[in-house]
């Protein structure tokens, strides 16, 4: 049961464009959210995060929305650069449960930012 | 670099064999969390420790195991090895037992990549 989906595998953009990644969710108890963004050979890495009392949380250049009647998120990058180009993956947790760490991650989706 | 080390960075078996995967985490973290990464599952969370006690648990098989030591580094025990068991299995570890963003940021390590054949 994917509890967290990441519905596009792959997406690419052009340097400079805006970048939209998409993750749905199922389990109503989660309430904290995060993406994170991995390199081949490297471990994923913390980008941005946001807790369900929020609809939007803005870091540089990536902003994260929230939608919690549908149960869905978004990750926006802009403007997007070749280093951007990488694995995102979204995750979540039920933060006020017992499994405080506990994340529950998508599929990914590889971004290809083309110059 | 996250600051977590996991060793080995690359280890292939046998089916039906046992192998132990190392992590030490970032210098100060008292939490320490295994995920399996393998093709069609995806980052699957295991396990969790929290200064030596187990605090959370996944979808672990009842052939692994896993324990955090006094000095907090960490060891996953994979036992009779089958060849689905062929992933990647990252440690990460925090400050606290909680989640990201409530101060208490994850750090991922690079990795283990398991083969099994």
């Known amino acids: 049961d994917q509890q967290v989906k990441q519905n596009s595998p792959s997406l690419s953009v052009q340097e400079g464009r805006i970048s939209i990644l998409n993750c749905d969710y199922t389990?109503?108890?989660?309430?904290?959210f995060l993406w994170y963004k991995k390199y081949p050979a490297e471990g994923p890495t913390f980008l941005i995060s946001i807790s369900s009392i929020k609809d939007k949380n803005e870091d540089g250049r990536f902003t994260v929305f929230l939608n919690k009647s549908a149960k869905h998120l978004s990750l926006h990058i802009v403007p997007s650069q070749p280093g951007d180009s990488a694995v995102y993956f979204c995750a979540a947790s039920n933060a006020g449960g017992t499994s405080y760490g506990k994340l529950t991650f998508g599929q990914g989706t590889i971004l290809t930012v083309h110059p | 670099d996250s600051g977590v080390t996991q060793t080995p960075k690359h280890l292939i078996t046998a089916t039906g064999q046992r192998v132990t995967l190392r992590c030490s985490p970032r210098s100060g973290d008292l939490s320490v969390y295994w995920y399996q990464q393998s093709l069609d599952q995806g980052l699957q969370f295991l396990i969790q420790y929290y200064n030596g006690e187990e605090r959370a648990k996944g979808n672990i098989l009842e052939r692994f195991s896993a324990q955090q030591f006094p000095d907090l580094h960490s060891e996953l025990n994979l036992s009779s090895l089958e060849l689905g068991d062929s992933a990647l299995y990252f440690c990460?570890?925090?400050?606290?037992?909680?989640?990201?963003?409530?101060?208490?940021?994850?750090?991922f390590g690079e990795g283990s990549w398991l083969t099994v054949v």
């Open positions: 990460a570890s925090s400050a606290r037992p909680g989640v990201t963003g409530y101060g208490n940021t994850i750090y």
């Open positions: 389990n109503s108890m989660f309430d904290y």
